[in-house]
């Protein structure tokens, strides 16, 4: 039982080691995944206030104070910036350079395009704001799609996989004996499912659509 157990204890410690080392790029994607959700409706607020009649620092003191979670936080550093001296356009790249969004680079560019050569920013992005909604439903479909085949391969070595091979050992005992130590049918049951069904929902989280 000690080279088993041995083995188990390694086994999780390499998942341990290598879950601590991905953290600080899980965090990153986690912060960038929020800020990309919030992103559609952030911009529909830009587009109506701009057309409102307010300038581009009220709105985004306006992004910043409403309720959009980090992104809000990151745009009240862009006016702490700005406030503290920091050009409009610099305070903007910063931003970019901090979220590392592929939507939100997309809107800087726009913004900052639109204050060097003129232009009417509104509508420039509301065409960002309809392509990002349907970006939205495109990768939710994907998903959908992908999640369903997924499933079926989830429940069938969460549930079905575990029944089938004990059955199977069973029988198999019975006409020709021991086949597999039961030492290692422990360590598969104990450690070796509950770690594979982890890791497959680990995986489906994975592929969860940045909206």
Known sequence: ????????????????????????????????????????????????????????????????????????????????????GETTERALTNLADRTSSDGLNRIIQQIIGTMNTGGNLSSNLNIIAEDISYDIRIKLKDYSQKLNAFIMIYTFIAILGPVILLIMLMAASTVMGDLVPVNIILIIYIFFFPILVIFMGLLMKKMEPVL
Not at 20 to 33: E, G, L, T, W
Not at 42 to 56: H, I, P
């Open 1 to 84: 039982m000690g080279f088993e157990v041995a083995l188990a204890i390694l086994i999780l410690l390499i998942i341990v080691i290598f879950w601590i080392i991905s953290f600080p790029k899980r965090n990153k994607d986690k912060n960038k995944a929020e800020i990309s959700n919030e992103l559609p409706y952030a911009v529909r607020q830009m587009v109506t206030e701009l057309r409102s009649g307010k300038g581009l620092h009220d709105v985004i003191n306006s992004i910043a104070n409403s309720n959009y979670g980090l992104l809000s936080h990151e745009f009240s550093i862009v006016i702490e910036e700005i406030k503290y």
